[in-house]
């Protein structure tokens, strides 16, 4: 049964990110009070349209610096912040371990028990296992990205009325962009190189559009009952492809060279992922990655990224 969220109070911490600035708007829309907690790191363009909505406060602070007055008057608890994707780790390794970790148990310090909270997760910590993997599977990560990430997870799930969603690889446009995620990035330089160079380009990864992402945190929002206390991988069974197999999607699109690398990739993730447990409760998405490409390459035909790095 869907539950009404007219009267329910949400934090979303990082919701000014690549996600975030997405779900204050969903939770808005079905009539929840939204408190968005982000220290605005990479400017403030993406809430911007959201100044004039009573429903919704901001908080300009650091989730390093949280307080217990920050959380204690919510009921469910998105946490989002966070250094995510393996370039930006690697570049701020002790603010991946200050913001991940240490910020995640400063919050949980502050929970009470009653409130939900929802953790932002990620199939990365994976691995390279090369194999079919479901939510059983012990995570094997391979960067502090994936290690972070996994900290954090475990943190969180020794609480009670916690979900975490190991999202796939998002890809698709937002307020505030990224181009640090592989098929944005794949797409963006289709469009300005004209060429890609595929490093493990047979290894096989996962991809979810960031509007099926906010629709599975909705999912839970509306009926936590049916998937607090548990872990879901977040994607579909039928998006998992290797670079190779995105790459020649792109080219359909748009005309470009495919350079196949005998170099290793840093980042080397080869898995594919399970998601019937998700499934099982109605969870299907919407985007294929063909609407990604087409969207991405709309959007690159005008636009450029000169930042890198961004937060969850």
Same mark, same amino acid.
């Given at each position: 049964?869907?539950?009404?969220?007219?009267?329910?109070?949400?934090?979303?911490?990082?919701?000014?990110?690549?996600?975030?600035?997405? @779900?204050?708007?969903?939770?808005?829309?079905?009539?929840?009070?939204?408190?968005?907690?982000?220290?605005?790191?990479?400017? &403030?363009?993406?809430?911007?349209?959201?100044?004039?909505?009573?429903?919704?406060?901001?908080?300009?602070?650091?989730? %390093?610096?949280?307080?217990?007055?920050?959380?204690?008057?919510?009921?469910?608890?998105?946490?989002?912040?966070?250094?995510?994707?393996? $370039?930006?780790?690697?570049?701020?390794?002790?603010?991946?371990?200050?913001?991940?970790?240490?910020?995640?148990?400063? @919050?949980?310090?502050?929970?009470?028990?009653?409130?939900?909270?929802?953790?932002?997760?990620?199939?990365?910590?994976?691995?390279?296992?090369?194999?079919?993997?479901?939510?059983?599977?012990?995570?094997?990560?391979?960067?502090?990205?994936?290690?972070?990430?996994?900290?954090?997870?475990?943190?969180?799930?020794?609480?009670?009325?916690?979900?975490?969603? #190991?999202?796939?690889?998002?890809?698709?446009?937002?307020? #505030?962009?990224?181009?640090?995620?592989?098929?944005?990035?794949?797409?963006?330089?289709?469009?300005?190189?004209?060429?890609?160079?595929?490093?493990?380009?047979?290894?096989? %990864?996962?991809?979810?559009?960031?509007?099926?992402?906010?629709?599975? &945190?909705?999912?839970?929002?509306?009926?936590?009952?049916?998937?607090?206390?548990?872990?879901?991988?977040?994607?579909?069974?039928?998006?998992?492809?290797?670079?190779?197999?995105?790459?020649?999607?792109?080219?359909?699109?748009?005309?470009?060279?495919?350079?196949?690398?005998?170099?290793?990739? $840093?980042?080397? #993730?080869?898995?594919?992922?399970?998601?019937?447990?998700?499934?099982?409760?109605?969870?299907?998405?919407?985007?294929?990655?063909?609407?990604?490409?087409?969207? @991405?390459? #709309?959007?690159?035909?005008?636009?450029?990224?000169?930042?890198?790095?961004?937060?969850?």
């Amino acid at each position: 049964m869907k539950t009404s969220m007219k009267s329910i109070k949400v934090l979303v911490t990082g919701g000014a990110g690549y996600k975030g600035s997405h @779900l204050v708007e969903a939770l808005v829309s079905e009539g929840c009070h939204v408190t968005i907690l982000d220290n605005f790191l990479y400017g &403030y363009e993406s809430l911007l349209g959201f100044v004039a909505n009573k429903k919704i406060s901001i908080i300009k602070k650091d989730i %390093r610096n949280i307080k217990e007055s920050d959380v204690s008057s919510h009921d469910i608890i998105f946490h989002l912040a966070a250094i995510s994707g393996y $370039p930006a780790c690697e570049a701020n390794p002790h603010s991946a371990q200050t913001i991940n970790v240490t910020s995640t148990k400063m @919050l949980l310090n502050y929970l009470s028990n009653d409130q939900i909270l929802m953790c932002a997760s990620t199939t990365s910590m994976y691995g390279s296992s090369g194999k079919e993997l479901d939510e059983t599977a012990t995570p094997t990560p391979v960067s502090l990205y994936g290690i972070s990430s996994l900290e954090r997870e475990t943190l969180c799930m020794n609480r009670p009325n916690t979900i975490a969603f #190991r999202f796939a690889t998002i890809f698709g446009t937002s307020r #505030r962009m990224r181009r640090d995620l592989l098929l944005n990035d794949f797409a963006y330089k289709a469009v300005t190189e004209r060429s890609l160079v595929l490093y493990d380009y047979h290894s096989k %990864r996962t991809f979810l559009h960031v509007r099926d992402a906010i629709e599975a &945190y909705m999912m839970a929002a509306r009926n936590p009952e049916q998937m607090v206390d548990g872990i879901f991988n977040v994607g579909a069974n039928s998006m998992n492809f290797s670079k190779l197999e995105i790459a020649e999607k792109i080219s359909k699109h748009i005309k470009l060279d495919i350079i196949k690398s005998n170099l290793e990739d $840093p980042d080397r #993730r080869d898995f594919i992922i399970n998601f019937d447990k998700i499934s099982a409760l109605g969870f299907s998405p919407k985007y294929s990655i063909d609407d990604g490409i087409e969207e @991405l390459l #709309r959007l690159y035909s005008w636009y450029r990224d000169n930042s890198l790095f961004r937060t969850i």
